[in-house]
Antibody, heavy 119, light 107 residues
Framework: QVQVVESGGGVFQPGGSLRLSCAVS????????MHWVRQAPGKGLDWVSF????????FYADAVKGRFTISRDNSKNTVYLQMNNLRVEDTALYYC????????????WGQGTLVIVSS | EIVLTQSPATLSVSPGERATLSCRAS??????LAWYQQKPGQPPRLLVF???TRATGVPARFSGSGSGTDFTLTFGSLQSEDFAVYYC?????????FGQGTRLEIK
């Protein structure tokens, strides 16, 4: 079955950097786009970024554009989110999620990795 | 960016009753709208896409409708497992956006 497992979260300082990883299995990864979606504690869902199946296109929310970079390695079935110049407001549970391939919607989600940005 | 406004913020309903949630877009998004359900401590679950198409395994009591700027998610008869937070998401244009959510609680 489809599995999506995020890692790399923790506590980081404002202005710092980190890279989240997302390892997937159970589907042909190279044929599907992938999303990152975040959820601040007690708040709603906030779409962050998307990468096309071949890495050829990436899209970002305005709040992270220029600071975050999404990438993927199809040989490792892994998608990444490089997060630079962290802000306190980036504190959230970061979900990695599989695109359904026909629409830009999520049909499978990971359990998330928690990123806390605090001094 | 396209702003989605969900209403009400919280809806209190008794099991067995019908309920309707609303999602309004700041500009036309055709039928490019999805609905998700999220329970505490869990990731969201896809319920409906293309405004009215139920995802695999979603019970028939969930019904989505609408197009353009106004959308609804209707529950035919609420079951105990339906009490959760519901989000709409537009995929008509980048950046993708979610509504702020509606909490469906037991009355």
């Amino acid at each position: 079955q489809v599995q999506v497992v995020e890692s790399g979260g923790g506590v980081f300082q404002p202005g710092g950097s980190l890279r989240l990883s997302c390892a997937v299995s159970g589907f042909d990864f190279r044929n599907y786009g992938m999303h990152w979606v975040r959820q601040a504690p007690g708040k709603g869902l906030d779409w962050v970024s998307f990468i096309r199946y071949d890495g050829g296109n990436q899209f970002y929310a305005d709040a992270v554009k220029g600071r975050f970079t999404i990438s993927r390695d199809n040989s490792k079935n892994t998608v990444y989110l490089q997060m630079n110049n962290l802000r306190v407001e980036d504190t959230a549970l970061y979900y990695c999620a599989k695109d359904d391939s026909r629409h830009r919607i999520v049909d499978y989600w990971g359990q998330g990795t928690l990123v806390i940005v605090s001094s | 960016e396209i702003v989605l406004t969900q209403s009400p913020a919280t809806l209190s309903v008794s099991p067995g009753e019908r309920a309707t949630l609303s999602c309004r877009a700041s500009q036309s998004i055709s039928s490019n709208l999805a609905w998700y359900q999220q329970k505490p401590g869990q990731p969201p679950r896809l319920l409906v896409f293309a405004a009215s198409t139920r995802a695999t395994g979603v019970p028939a009591r969930f019904s989505g409708s609408g197009s353009g700027t106004d959308f609804t998610l209707t529950f035919g008869s609420l079951q105990s497992e339906d009490f959760a937070v519901y989000y709409c998401q537009q995929y008509n244009d980048w950046p993708l956006t979610f509504g702020q959510g509606t909490r469906l609680e037991i009355k």
